[in-house]
């Protein structure tokens, strides 16, 4: 009789942490890529694919036009929705070139640095003398990231990320996301 209360208790608690697990998702809604500096860049298409109602992916192409480029900095910055975006938690400046060539310990920085690596060609140092490219970059990857390495609340967010060249802004893109 002892063995049946027991077994019963290993399926009751079993249950009752599937049934309150929660699962968060990560959903791009919108993606925007503005170029300030129409001589210096131009981006060639920057949109977000909804292939099915599970499968998004954003695919953007900056044609640079003053080559080489050997001095980088981004700025990224999370905003939530609440009445507008305002500023949430992160605002990060960085050295690219000196980044790549030894990545800072940094988790923030870590993090965007990972949302990105797989699916563009910004992954070596500087000089670029080529187009910057970001491939098919599905959410499934940032969701991960989102929900389970770097937990953020439920809401609509936006990452906004200002591309700046020789301490000059040059471009700034957009990834709207919900997080349910």
Known sequence: ???KP???FVFLIYFTYYFTEVYSLVEFTNVQCESLDKDFALFEYCFLKSVNRSYKYVSL??????LPV???KVNFAVYKRVN???PFLYNITLDACRFLKSPNPNPIVLFFYNIFKDYSN???????NHDIVLD???YHNVNNLLTKILPFPEGNYMLEGHWIAYDIDRAITKFYWSLT
């Open 1 to 3: 009789m002892a063995i």
């Open 6 to 8: 027991s077994l019963f």
């Open 61 to 66: 192409k900056v044609k640079l036009l003053k």
């Open 70 to 72: 050997t001095k980088v």
């Open 84 to 86: 507008g975006y305002l």
């Open 122 to 128: 910004i992954n070596h140092t500087c000089p670029y």
């Open 136 to 138: 098919k970059m599905p």
